[in-house]
């Protein structure tokens, strides 16, 4: 926009309504825009103070409609847009979009050169540093999870660290900025943060040092109370009630409130914090805690409910807080549980009790961790009949609420995938081993700190059987759905062919995405030579991966078909394959009858303590059923029953094409 300077007659009107200049030429307005009479009242303009036109008007909390302008205000060095309006506050280095409200802000200002949050260090996972992580507004969970954790390759760690240092001195500045259609009341200070469009910033504390990249797909609020240092908060994102965060990056559609507490702690899109304190954690896509008593300290998470009072120890009283553990993807928490670091839980198991051993349960997914008598006991695998677990990875796509369209962290929800089905077969290995070297008929079992009963080590490997045979069952009656009637074997195996090499080897995943490690080394090897020289590019390339899951999975379950049914899929004939989705069918419903079961559990006369208040047994089932519903109609419950029926006419419908 031009500006031009004020007439004589401009400048007479405004010293009539109580506005102040040292410097009358540095005071300018839009060129070809005209003030509005009685728009800028009892203003003191400092240095190089710019505005547009002040029209319309503002909707104020009960219905108050206030016209744009400026009032009861000092504005230092600052240019302000078209229709806003700022009222009893002090601005100063800042530029400012049209559209914006700022109300009784007792300081707004940028004090010098600024990074506004970029290239702050967050001593994530190590109190006493070690695994650094430089935050800026391109900041991904895969991003951050290779420059904390691949702190065995320096020259990558050093070229990205490089990057975000470089990105952060690009997007230095002496001058704020503040977006269109922002709205920050009643707020005491705001230093050097800079804030995107149609933000919310109502009744804050203190902010310092920042950036607020909300925009108006996905509007970012910070709300009463809020103390946050050294931040970026990312589109979507909600802190309020009291929230004090120190060196923090809260990702996309986080919410963070009710007095929550952190600090050098990283937390990527869709996680909740509530009420209790996090300290040093890398908190990766939907972990959740909302309790009081609970702390979170040097540990990595994702997909993690942690339960009320759970805690973990990062100090044993030698060398000081340098010990860290990791809680892989989907591990839960009860109430009151404690785990001793270094420790490392595999995914999607439950711990339980107080943990005071280090244990290491990697190669043994969905399983519990359960305390008795001071002895941590392991049951392998027995999480994958629970019906939490199942619940738990269907209401996670439908809890993501980022609206922005550019996402900038990958997920993926798959319970079974080469991730977990890799560890599994390792983990029935590994119990097999166990049981060779301890004796069958040995009462329990020891593995890394922990003990398997005899029963619970048999049960482990007939639940990882299942989940196997489920997981490739579905590969290949996918891979097969376009399968012509009375096709030939060779058309059978040209169709179930790989259309590409990668994804053969190990997988891994990098908080939320799940890829092929090959894939992921390949990407950082370009890193260290040099040839990815920005941040988004980076991003991209995460995000093609994950694009290209099925594609990849197919290659890694196209050898394990050989492994685990004794099938090549090279040569495999049509009757292999009837033979393989029989025994798919049989995985599928006899794994969704355990759920089924385990979900009967919640509607038992147990679960009914409490219902039926001074009633009778009838009273209090009738009580039970107006409040919880009846167990036949249960959403769940019809959605499994659904699932039998829906599998079992696709594993027939196969088979009968197979047949002809």
Same mark, same amino acid.
């Given at each position: 926009?031009?500006?031009?300077?004020?007439?004589? $007659?401009?400048? #007479?009107? !405004?010293? +009539?309504?109580?506005? &102040?200049?040292?410097?009358?030429?540095?005071?300018? @307005? =839009?060129?070809?825009?005209?003030?509005?009479?009685?728009?800028?009242?009892?203003?003191?303009?400092?240095?190089?103070?710019?505005?547009?036109?002040?029209?319309?008007?503002?909707?104020?909390?009960?219905?108050?409609?206030?016209?744009?302008?400026?009032?009861?205000?000092?504005?230092?060095?600052?240019?302000?847009?078209?229709?806003?309006?700022?009222?009893?506050?002090?601005?100063?280095?800042?530029?400012?979009?049209?559209?914006?409200?700022?109300?009784?802000?007792?300081?707004?200002?940028?004090?010098?050169?600024?990074?506004?949050?970029?290239?702050?260090?967050?001593?994530?996972?190590?109190?006493?540093?070690?695994?650094?992580?430089?935050?800026?507004?391109?900041?991904?969970?895969?991003?951050?999870?290779?420059?904390?954790?691949?702190?065995?390759?320096? $020259?990558?760690? #050093?070229? !990205?660290? +490089?990057?975000?240092? &470089?990105?952060?001195?690009?997007?230095?500045?002496? @001058? =704020?900025?503040?977006?269109?259609?922002?709205?920050?009341?009643?707020?005491?200070?705001?230093?050097?943060?800079?804030?995107?469009?149609?933000?919310?910033?109502?009744?804050?504390?203190?902010?310092?040092?920042?950036?607020?990249?909300?925009?108006?797909?996905?509007?970012?609020?910070?709300?009463?109370?809020?103390?946050?240092?050294?931040?970026?908060?990312?589109?979507?994102?909600?802190?309020?009630?009291?929230?004090?965060?120190?060196?923090?990056?809260?990702?996309?559609?986080?919410?963070?409130?009710?007095?929550?507490?952190?600090?050098?702690?990283?937390?990527?899109?869709?996680?909740?914090?509530?009420?209790?304190?996090?300290?040093?954690?890398?908190?990766?896509?939907?972990?959740?805690?909302?309790?009081?008593?609970?702390?979170?300290?040097?540990?990595?998470?994702?997909?993690?409910?942690?339960?009320?009072?759970?805690?973990?120890?990062?100090?044993?009283?030698?060398?000081?807080?340098?010990?860290?553990?990791?809680?892989?993807?989907?591990?839960?928490?009860?109430?009151?549980?404690?785990?001793?670091?270094?420790?490392?839980?595999?995914?999607?198991?439950?711990?339980?009790?107080?943990?005071?051993?280090?244990?290491?349960?990697?190669?043994?997914?969905?399983?519990?961790?359960?305390?008795?008598?001071?002895?941590?006991?392991?049951?392998?695998?027995?999480?994958?009949?629970?019906?939490?677990?199942?619940?738990?990875?269907?209401?996670?796509?439908?809890?993501?609420?980022?609206?922005?369209?550019?996402?900038?962290?990958?997920?993926?929800?798959?319970?079974?995938?080469?991730?977990?089905?890799?560890?599994?077969?390792?983990?029935?290995?590994?119990?097999?081993?166990?049981?060779?070297?301890?004796?069958?008929?040995?009462?329990?079992?020891?593995?890394?700190?922990?003990?398997?009963?005899?029963?619970?080590?048999?049960?482990?490997?007939?639940?990882?059987?299942?989940?196997?045979?489920?997981?490739?069952?579905?590969?290949?009656?996918?891979?097969?759905?376009?399968?012509?009637?009375?096709?030939?074997?060779?058309?059978?195996?040209?169709?179930?062919?790989?259309?590409?090499?990668?994804?053969?080897?190990?997988?891994?995943?990098?908080?939320?995405?799940?890829?092929?490690?090959?894939?992921?080394?390949?990407?950082?090897?370009?890193?260290?030579?040099?040839?990815?020289?920005?941040?988004?590019?980076?991003?991209?390339?995460?995000?093609?991966?994950?694009?290209?899951y099925y594609t990849y999975e197919w290659t890694w379950a196209y050898d394990r078909y050989r492994d685990f049914f004794g099938i090549s899929l090279e040569t495999v004939t049509g009757g292999e394959v009837i033979e393989i989705v029989r025994q798919w069918k049989e995985a599928v419903i006899g794994l969704d009858r355990m759920l089924y079961e385990d979900a009967r559990k919640e509607f038992n006369l147990a679960s009914m303590t409490g219902f039926g208040a001074d009633g009778?047994?009838?009273?209090?089932?009738?009580?039970?059923?107006?409040?919880?519903?009846?167990?036949?109609?249960?959403?769940?419950?019809?959605?499994?029953?659904?699932?039998?029926?829906?599998?079992?006419?696709?594993?027939?419908?196969?088979?009968?094409?197979?047949?002809?």
């Amino acid at each position: 926009m031009e500006y031009r300077q004020l007439t004589g $007659e401009e400048i #007479a009107a !405004l010293s +009539a309504e109580g506005c &102040r200049s040292g410097d009358w030429s540095l005071v300018q @307005v =839009g060129e070809g825009k005209e003030l509005v009479p009685g728009s800028i009242r009892n203003v003191t303009f400092s240095g190089r103070v710019r505005f547009g036109r002040f029209e319309g008007t503002f909707a104020r909390p009960g219905g108050l409609a206030t016209p744009a302008g400026l009032v009861d205000t000092v504005l230092h060095n600052v240019t302000v847009g078209d229709d806003c309006l700022i009222e009893r506050s002090y601005v100063a280095n800042y530029e400012i979009g049209e559209g914006t409200l700022i109300s009784h802000v007792d300081s707004m200002v940028t004090d010098g050169e600024c990074r506004f949050g970029n290239g702050v260090e967050v001593s994530v996972l190590n109190e006493t540093g070690g695994r650094e992580v430089r935050i800026h507004d391109k900041l991904s969970a895969q991003m951050a999870y290779i420059m904390a954790m691949y702190r065995h390759r320096p $020259e990558l760690v #050093a070229r !990205l660290d +490089a990057l975000a240092v &470089r990105y952060a001195e690009k997007h230095k500045a002496s @001058v =704020g900025t503040v977006g269109r259609h922002v709205t920050i009341c009643d707020t005491r200070r705001i230093d050097g943060v800079r804030i995107g469009d149609s933000a919310s910033v109502v009744g804050a504390g203190r902010l310092h040092n920042g950036s607020i990249n909300s925009n108006a797909s996905d509007p970012v609020f910070v709300g009463q109370g809020v103390v946050a240092d050294d931040f970026i908060l990312c589109s979507g994102s909600r802190v309020e009630d009291g929230t004090m965060l120190s060196r923090c990056f809260v990702g996309q559609a986080c919410r963070l409130g009710h007095g929550y507490s952190a600090s050098d702690s990283l937390f990527f899109c869709n996680c909740q914090g509530e009420n209790g304190e996090a300290c040093a954690i890398f908190a990766g896509p939907f972990t959740v805690t909302h309790h009081k008593s609970t702390l979170l300290i040097a540990g990595m998470f994702s997909f993690m409910n942690a339960g009320s009072g759970s805690n973990q120890s990062n100090h044993m009283y030698k060398l000081g807080p340098i010990h860290q553990g990791t809680l892989e993807r989907g591990a839960k928490t009860a109430s009151d549980s404690y785990i001793l670091w270094p420790s490392r839980i595999g995914a999607f198991s439950l711990v339980m009790g107080r943990h005071v051993t280090h244990s290491d349960t990697t190669w043994l997914p969905f399983s519990y961790l359960i305390e008795q008598q001071n002895t941590t006991y392991l049951v392998p695998g027995v999480n994958l009949r629970s019906v939490g677990t199942v619940r738990d990875a269907q209401k996670w796509p439908k809890r993501d609420a980022r609206k922005d369209p550019d996402r900038l962290d990958c997920i993926n929800y798959n319970l079974l995938s080469p991730y977990t089905i890799q560890k599994m077969l390792k983990g029935i290995k590994l119990l097999q081993n166990l049981q060779y070297s301890s004796g069958e008929l040995s009462d329990v079992y020891s593995y890394h700190s922990t003990k398997i009963r005899n029963s619970s080590l048999r049960n482990g490997m007939k639940y990882y059987r299942i989940a196997i045979t489920k997981f490739l069952g579905n590969s290949i009656i996918k891979r097969l759905e376009d399968l012509p009637a009375g096709a030939s074997d060779e058309e059978i195996r040209a169709m179930l062919r790989p259309g590409t090499p990668v994804g053969s080897g190990f997988w891994c995943d990098i908080s939320g995405l799940i890829a092929p490690k090959s894939e992921v080394d390949a990407l950082l090897d370009r890193i260290e030579r040099g040839e990815v020289s920005r941040l988004q590019e980076i991003n991209d390339a995460f995000h093609e991966m994950h694009r290209n899951y099925y594609t990849y999975e197919w290659t890694w379950a196209y050898d394990r078909y050989r492994d685990f049914f004794g099938i090549s899929l090279e040569t495999v004939t049509g009757g292999e394959v009837i033979e393989i989705v029989r025994q798919w069918k049989e995985a599928v419903i006899g794994l969704d009858r355990m759920l089924y079961e385990d979900a009967r559990k919640e509607f038992n006369l147990a679960s009914m303590t409490g219902f039926g208040a001074d009633g009778t047994r009838v009273e209090k089932e009738l009580d039970f059923e107006q409040v919880r519903g009846d167990f036949e109609s249960n959403a769940f419950v019809t959605a499994v029953l659904d699932h039998i029926r829906v599998k079992e006419a696709l594993g027939d419908e196969l088979i009968a094409r197979l047949s002809r």
